[in-house]
């Protein structure tokens, strides 16, 4: 007889457990789907009801109750998709004869074009990065890791967790860990590798001092003041949106990855092949980067109907 779990938390904890082996998943997905799952078993508690009796009409008033309480259709999708996996796990695993979420559809996406910085505004926070800072150790990393990010197009979660190791020797080329692990080289511009070198050099020497006073040292290249960590997603993010404040540009306007989307849709303006763009991005699918070639035909429509003379009202 198959040993089903009690509660709910420990439905999570293996499902999360085995996604995270076998599917290779990566960790913000884990933490995605724990923190869908967990909302999902409050309210079905709330009913008096729990996971292994749940039906598709309880699970499609959770949906309408997301909807209610102001969530995006992303979240809605992400959260229906959770309870899907979640509960055909839990079909495989011979803990339910059945999966009610199966047949559910989630809400449509909205097809959106993503928001893309101009060159001039990614050439001023470059050069507010640069002097952004309390010390010239902490400008000289600033300024680094904004040149990465345009530079290579990684992720903000990608560079803040870069290891030192991977950048010593002045490489011409960085080796990237991405989404479930996977991993992919992508090349450094000359000014991104001579800041790189600059920065190397600074932390070295900030680094034997730590040891001579019997200090650990951090292994990654943007170490944290916290102990063998590197600095957060979190804390880049708010440091972006001051960087944009000193460079008089909406900060609003301004996070790490529409920095990515710069990277790939300046890319693609300056003739670059989508194939090699998609390989720069770690995406699994072409068709995630195609998306960049939309944004590149609103961008020129956009060019023609604001600067093209015949696109001008006439004068009377």
Same mark, same amino acid.
């Given at each position: 007889?198959?040993?089903?779990?009690?509660?709910?938390?420990?439905?999570?904890?293996?499902?999360?457990?085995?996604?995270?082996?076998?599917?290779?998943?990566?960790?913000?997905?884990?933490?995605?789907?724990?923190?869908?799952?967990?909302?999902?078993?409050?309210?079905?508690?709330?009913?008096?009801?729990?996971?292994?009796?749940?039906?598709?009409?309880?699970?499609?008033?959770?949906?309408?109750?997301?909807?209610?309480?102001?969530?995006?259709?992303?979240?809605?999708?992400?959260?229906?998709?959770?309870?899907?996996?979640?509960?055909?796990?839990?079909?495989?695993?011979?803990?339910?004869?059945?999966?009610?979420?199966?047949?559910?559809?989630?809400?449509?996406?909205?097809?959106?074009?993503?928001?893309?910085?101009?060159?001039?505004?990614?050439?001023?926070?470059?050069?507010?990065?640069?002097?952004?800072?309390?010390?010239?150790?902490?400008?000289?990393?600033?300024?680094?890791?904004?040149?990465?990010?345009?530079?290579?197009?990684?992720?903000?979660?990608?560079?803040?967790?870069?290891?030192?190791?991977?950048?010593?020797?002045?490489?011409?080329?960085?080796?990237?860990?991405?989404? =479930?692990?996977?991993? %992919?080289?992508?090349?450094?511009?000359?000014?991104? @590798? +001579?800041?790189? #070198?600059?920065? &190397?050099?600074?932390?070295?020497?900030?680094?034997?001092?730590?040891?001579?006073?019997?200090?650990?040292?951090?292994?990654?290249?943007?170490?944290?003041?916290?102990?063998?960590?590197?600095?957060?997603?979190?804390?880049?993010?708010?440091?972006?949106?001051?960087?944009?404040?000193?460079?008089?540009?909406?900060?609003?306007?301004?996070?790490?990855?529409?920095?990515?989307?710069?990277?790939?849709?300046?890319?693609?303006?300056? =003739?670059?092949?989508? %194939?090699?763009?998609?390989?720069?991005?770690?995406? @699994? +699918?072409?068709? #995630?980067?195609? &998306?960049?070639?939309?944004?590149?035909?609103?961008?020129?429509?956009?060019?023609?109907?604001?600067?093209?003379?015949?696109?001008?009202?006439?004068?009377?």
């Amino acid at each position: 007889m198959i040993a089903v779990p009690k509660k709910d938390h420990q439905w999570i904890t293996q499902f999360l457990e085995t996604s995270a082996a076998e599917l290779d998943s990566a960790r913000n997905t884990q933490l995605a789907y724990g923190r869908d799952l967990l909302d999902f078993s409050k309210f079905l508690k709330q009913r008096a009801q729990s996971f292994i009796d749940v039906s598709r009409d309880e699970i499609n008033d959770y949906l309408i109750h997301c909807d209610t309480i102001g969530l995006s259709r992303s979240t809605r999708a992400r959260r229906l998709s959770s309870i899907r996996q979640l509960l055909r796990f839990a079909f495989e695993e011979g803990w339910r004869n059945d999966n009610p979420a199966i047949t559910l559809k989630g809400p449509k996406q909205a097809k959106s074009l993503p928001q893309v910085l101009t060159q001039s505004q990614v050439n001023a926070l470059l050069v507010a990065a640069r002097s952004y800072g309390r010390t010239s150790f902490e400008q000289l990393r600033n300024g680094l890791m904004l040149e990465l990010l345009y530079a290579t197009g990684m992720r903000v979660s990608e560079m803040v967790s870069l290891p030192l190791a991977s950048a010593r020797g002045a490489p011409k080329m960085l080796l990237v860990r991405g989404k =479930g692990e996977k991993e %992919r080289l992508t090349p450094l511009s000359a000014p991104a @590798a +001579d800041l790189l #070198t600059k920065w &190397i050099k600074k932390l070295d020497q900030k680094n034997d001092r730590q040891l001579k006073n019997g200090i650990k040292i951090s292994s990654f290249l943007f170490p944290s003041p916290k102990k063998g960590q590197h600095i957060s997603r979190e804390y880049y993010y708010l440091m972006l949106k001051n960087i944009a404040v000193t460079s008089g540009i909406d900060p609003s306007l301004v996070t790490p990855h529409r920095l990515r989307h710069a990277f790939a849709t300046h890319l693609l303006a300056g =003739g670059a092949d989508l %194939r090699v763009i998609q390989t720069l991005l770690g995406h @699994a +699918d072409i068709a #995630t980067t195609e &998306i960049y070639t939309h944004v590149l035909d609103a961008h020129l429509k956009t060019l023609v109907l604001t600067h093209h003379p015949l696109a001008k009202p006439k004068k009377r």
